[in-house]
């Protein structure tokens, strides 16, 4: 065997076994716990915007930008922008790779590739930095609710003429949005690709870890997950990305469309 596959092999049978070890498992689930009451997600950036997440969940966003290969990336909830500017400089260096490999020079402020995002409240602040940030010419915002029928008809028609499309959901968190939100958006994921619902773990925490927010044990980002696999057989969890990462704020919520 090939020594690459061979590694690759065996990493894979690593990450199949993380799956059935309850008790790693279980330890995972115990540092998240005590991580989130300490607000661990809050401390990290990215090339200079706070981006509300595990390092974890980034390194599974490169891995999956990277082997999808998008051209369009459309994301609910903006927050400071970290993870815009996270999505947006993937793609940016997809667009390098792509140049390198066909050995032609391009202009790094444009690119086909975009990033949408948005949010029911874009802080003056926030967009200023963001529009000022060097990966703004990549980015393109919606300010409105994300399940608003007319913002879900101004990002359809902005997503028009994309051929590799992937989704990220990460706004409000409660299951009547969540859901609302895979129905108008999922169906813009193409084959192969990835629509990531964040904050499933809501679900595995203690009831009322969250008291000052409307989401709960029993409605959260992942019974909205549940419930729209149901009729949406297009749609499988992958889970060797969750068995990879051990701690993730979006267990079931990797789902790949077949």
Not at 191 to 200: A, E, I, N, Q, W
Request: charged share 25%.
């Amino acid at each position: 065997m090939d020594p690459i596959e061979h590694f690759r092999s065996e990493r894979a049978a690593s990450i199949d076994a993380y799956g059935r070890d309850g008790d790693f498992q279980a330890l995972s689930d115990q540092w998240r716990e005590a991580s989130m009451a300490k607000r661990y997600v809050y401390n990290f950036d990215w090339l200079g915007r706070p981006i509300i997440q595990y390092p974890q969940d980034i390194m599974a966003m490169q891995e999956l930008i990277w082997a999808t290969r998008p051209d369009l990336v459309i994301e609910t909830g903006i927050a400071h922008g970290g993870s815009l500017i996270l999505s947006a400089s993937l793609l940016a260096m997809l667009d390098m790779c792509d140049a390198i490999e066909a050995g032609v020079s391009f202009d790094p402020s444009q690119s086909k590739r975009k990033v949408i995002g948005i949010d029911i409240d874009i802080r003056a602040h926030n967009r200023a930095a963001i529009e000022s940030h060097p990966m703004a010419s990549r980015i393109e915002m919606f300010q409105g609710s994300a399940i608003d029928p007319e913002i879900v008809k101004q990002v359809r028609e902005a997503s028009a003429g994309y051929k590799r499309v992937m989704v990220c959901l990460d706004s409000m968190h409660t299951h009547a949005h969540v859901l609302a939100e895979l129905e108008a958006y999922a169906p813009l994921v193409t084959s192969g690709c990835y629509c990531v619902v964040f904050d499933t773990l809501v679900e595995d925490l203690p009831a009322g870890f969250f008291e000052d927010r409307p989401w709960d044990v029993g409605d959260n980002p992942k019974t909205a997950v549940h419930e729209y696999l149901e009729s949406h057989p297009e749609f499988e969890i992958d889970r060797s990305v969750q068995n990879k990462l051990m701690v993730t704020v979006a267990p079931d919520g990797f789902l790949k469309r077949l």
